[in-house]
């Protein structure tokens, strides 16, 4: 079966996020209000062919290890559909 | 009161996703089997100070809509924690 399995890659919250900190300002000049922070990271979105969710979560988990995530900067989730 | 919303932006399913497709390759390279199709887009979290979360919804919609997003290539979805 085809699991749809989603990535979320994220600066650890220890760093500072300077594209989020540009953003905010942006989003500032733009004359929104009352937004307090902005950090940005990545999705991601795999179908992935397997046995069951368990399976699906495992491959997810080596790809963000072996390739998506760099861990001295950023952390992951995953949640599978 | 402060929210925490989530805005997940992702290249429109009718368009190729190039990044996707490379990333997809290195997988595979790597020796990771069973992914069929891999899609990147962006995370953004913002701390959002509003009355109610309806409101916070709002801000971040202005957001997507002003900013984070690129309505050509892109949708977005909002998710209000």
């Known amino acids: 079966m085809t ?3 989603q990535i979320k890659v994220m600066p650890l919250k220890e760093l500072l996020d300077p594209q989020g900190k540009a953003v905010k300002s942006s989003l500032e ?3 929104l209000e ?3 922070d902005v950090r940005i990271g990545k999705n991601i979105t795999l179908q992935i062919e397997a ?3 368990a399976q699906a979560k495992q491959i997810a988990e080596d790809a ?3 390739l998506l995530a760099n ?3 950023e952390y992951f989730e995953i949640n599978v559909n």
């Open 64 to 66: 963000s290890k072996k």
């Open 51 to 53: 046995g069951d969710p």
């Open 71 to 73: 861990p001295v900067m």
């Open 34 to 36: 009352g937004i307090e």
């Open 3 to 5: 699991y749809t399995v």
């Open 29 to 31: 000049s733009l004359g």
